[in-house]
């Protein structure tokens, strides 16, 4: 009952944020410019944007099924690409449910869910490191377009919410100090025993990139989702009148810009995404309110749309596949 509580809380105080954060991103906006950037869209650039979009899921799917197959090699490539769609589709509704559906989706009587959970984390822990390049690689090679931005925006809230830093700090401390003490205890009880059985699973699972055959492959993968993620933001740019002296580099530091938004815990990034791109167009390219909400919507709706159609889609066919297994073994 407590935790059903519990989890009603986190949902209304994730809604109530994605909520204040639409305001936020909406308020004052003049309607009557926004649609007449809409209007003035060239719809060729967001083919392309589409395009791009599904290949980073392609690619994204690819990564996954290398680090999952040392586990299980009956695992193939269709059923990490339905499990991600799912997922994907999933964390639009209720955040950060679609990691663990995707993992529950690959979950079989060889590969445990903590192990799966491990290479979902494996996966975030490359994301984050790909975000940070970026964000220096963007930087390195155009600094004098966002040098400014980043200092006034970025690196100086940083500096004045250094406590922020500490307490993520001192959260990872507590959290090797309890798997030490799992580790220790885990013999003298029967709950300390199960907690490192399924730690041991998460580490398993966490440690697949060592068994992984082809790692150039894997960091090819790697790349090439966030090249994706980097002409998702490049072609919308381009497909605004008052963006389209956009370069590739303003793609990539506008794309690390939008993933700082999805570790917001806000349905779907929805609010969060809005309100941070358009105030950040607003300081990089002294843009209207009206065509920093127009990019941001333009991107996080035209996803949204993907994720969800491509979601269904794997949804049925895991309801067909499901059909067809059974039916088989009965004849």
């Not at 809604?15 to 649609?35: H, M, P, S």
């Not at 966490?206 to 055959?213: G, N, Q």
Request: glycine letters at 10%; proline letters at 2%.
């Amino acid at each position: 009952m407590k935790k059903n509580i519990l989890n009603i809380l986190k949902y209304l105080l994730s809604f109530g944020l994605a909520a204040l954060l639409v305001y936020l991103a909406f308020k004052g906006i003049d309607w009557q410019e926004f649609f007449i950037g809409l209007k003035a869209t060239r719809w060729g650039w967001i083919v392309l944007f589409c395009i791009a979009g599904y290949l980073a899921l392609v690619f994204r799917a690819l990564r996954w099924n290398q680090l999952v197959h040392p586990l299980d090699d009956n695992i193939h490539y269709g059923r990490v690409w339905d499990a991600n769609n799912i997922g994907g589709m999933a964390s639009i509704a209720l955040p950060g449910s679609g990691d663990l559906i995707r993992t529950a989706l690959l979950t079989t009587a060889k590969l445990p869910y903590e192990t799966v959970f491990g290479t979902v984390i494996m996966e975030r822990a490359w994301d984050i490191l790909a975000i940070v390049l970026m964000f220096v690689i963007s930087l390195v090679f155009a600094w004098g377009r966002f040098g400014g931005f980043f200092v006034d925006n970025i690196w100086h809230p940083l500096q004045s919410h250094a406590i922020i830093l500490w307490g993520l700090g001192a959260i990872l401390a507590l959290a090797i100090i309890a798997i030490v003490l799992v580790r220790k205890l885990r013999d003298r009880s029967r709950f300390f025993g199960k907690l490192n059985d399924m730690l041991e699973g998460f580490l398993i699972g966490f440690r697949t990139f060592a068994l992984i055959k082809n790692k150039i492959l894997f960091l090819i993968y790697s790349v090439m989702i966030w090249v994706m993620y980097m002409l998702m933001s490049y072609f919308v740019l381009k497909s605004i009148p008052q963006l389209s002296g956009a370069l590739l580099a303003d793609g990539l530091f506008v794309a690390s810009l939008g993933n700082v938004a999805s570790l917001v815990p806000v349905p779907g990034g929805i609010g969060a995404y809005h309100y941070l791109l358009k105030v950040s167009l607003m300081g990089l390219y002294g843009t209207t309110e009206e065509i920093g909400l127009l990019f941001a919507t333009l991107c996080h709706e035209l996803h949204a749309v993907l994720v969800i159609v491509l979601g269904v889609w794997s949804y049925i066919m895991r309801i067909v596949i499901l059909k067809n297994g059974n039916a088989s073994k009965k004849n």
